[in-house]
């Protein structure tokens, strides 16, 4: 298997953790083939080296009781020692997730946690939907009128798109410039293991969507508004001062870590029901089961495949015990697809029981947007079933998004 070329002097500080580096066992997440059908090689490798060493000296957490173990109880970071990220490419400054929230650990991700959490609730999510339902309505009637649609494209980037730009308070005008900024700058998250050339995209991404964000407060503060970063300029004024540029590193994270993550979700699951027509009918028979809809889709194809943690205290799984400092990037896709947790699990399967993914992490960093993200795929995926017959999917090949996730960026079907 090709795969991206790595200097692996990079990563001296986890050689010295792990002793060398490891293997990627058919199943390197940087190889550009990856996405196409990654679960027969993942179902492999759980079962050769379920804590596996990869070569670049993280340490791959496969089982779904392992990562629970992570989440719930192991004494972890964000940072390594020195307080950078394992991941995060260091030359990527401006726009830079090192001070978001889901790199803080302890009172200062408490703190900034909170004031997010203030801004971003559920009282969000309730007033949001009016406008969720309203977008989806639009995108069924011109699909249905032009007798189909592309998944991504027309339904699954337009909801979420619209749905963060008003939140954030973005002019519609912006939104295009948006789509393609979030999907460079998640690759931020493991940018240090990525190409050159992917990671000057990523840099200039970050320079132009920090430029317009700070912007963007500065104009709110003189001019508060209803918008989230309006709200966040509110909240952070009761916890104390917190820079501009710190305010706008939160807002930039909320959109590129709900953004891109949604359009998977709604996509991932939208192609999961097409492809599963038995699955589908079952659906169209109920749609209130549609949260049951949402979890399996997560399950079955989640968007994210690796969240990182970063080991404070040496730790024992199975046979191995893994040491202080070391780096493990929680295999999510893997643990999801676990047959010591979940029955037959190569099967998408919306009746099924017991079915607590980890799809939204876990822990402390639980995902702050997930009820948003569970709202708008709520909408999509009852109206596409209750509008629609059949459906069929146009030939072609999946071209999939520049983000660093397993999100397409073509989906179309056709339909009645």
Request: some cysteine.
């Amino acid at each position: 298997m090709d795969g991206v070329k790595l200097d692996y002097t990079m990563f001296d500080e986890n050689i010295a953790a792990n002793g060398g580096p490891g293997d990627w066992l058919g199943v390197n997440p940087f190889d550009p083939n990856y996405r196409v059908n990654p679960y027969p090689g993942i179902n492999a490798l759980r079962e050769a080296d379920p804590v596996n060493l990869t070569p670049v000296n993280t340490w791959r957490i496969n089982r779904f009781d392992d990562i629970q173990t992570v989440l719930r109880s192991a004494k972890t970071s964000q940072t390594l020692a020195n307080g950078l990220s394992p991941g995060f490419d260091p030359l990527d400054k401006r726009g830079s997730f090192l001070e978001f929230v889901l790199n803080k650990d302890g009172e200062e991700h408490a703190r900034l946690r909170q004031m997010i959490v203030r801004s971003l609730n559920m009282k969000t999510v309730r007033a949001m939907e009016g406008s969720v339902i309203e977008t989806v309505d639009e995108v069924m009637k011109k699909a249905l009128a032009d007798g189909g649609l592309d998944i991504i494209k027309d339904l699954a980037m337009v909801v979420p798109s619209r749905m963060v730009c008003a939140i954030m308070g973005i002019p519609e005008e912006d939104r295009e410039m948006f789509d393609r900024l979030t999907a460079l700058r998640t690759n931020g998250f493991f940018g240090r293991f990525l190409p050159l050339e992917v990671q000057q995209q990523l840099r200039q991404a970050g320079i132009d969507i920090a430029d317009y964000f700070e912007k963007l407060v500065a104009k709110r503060r003189k001019s508060l508004g209803d918008d989230l970063v309006s709200q966040l300029i509110i909240s952070a004024d009761q916890d104390g001062i917190i820079p501009d540029e710190q305010l706008a590193v939160q807002a930039i994270g909320v959109i590129v870590a709900g953004f891109e993550t949604t359009i998977g979700l709604i996509g991932n699951g939208c192609r999961a029901l097409i492809e599963h027509p038995d699955q589908l009918a079952l659906f169209r028979e109920d749609t209130s089961r549609v949260n049951a809809v949402i979890d399996e889709g997560l399950r079955y194809d989640a968007p994210i495949h690796f969240i990182w943690r970063v080991l404070t205290e040496p730790l024992q799984l199975g046979e191995k015990l893994l040491p202080k400092d070391a780096v493990l990037w929680l295999h999510m896709a893997s643990g999801n697809h676990d047959p010591l947790r979940f029955d037959d699990p190569e099967k998408f399967n919306i009746q099924r029981e017991r079915n607590t993914n980890v799809s939204f992490g876990g822990g402390a960093h639980f995902c702050l947007g997930n009820q948003l993200a569970r709202m708008e795929a709520r909408h999509s995926f009852t109206q596409l079933a209750e509008r629609t017959k059949n459906l069929k999917i146009n030939p072609g090949e999946i071209v999939w998004s520049p983000s660093f996730f397993r999100v397409m960026g073509n989906y179309p079907v056709t339909f009645s």
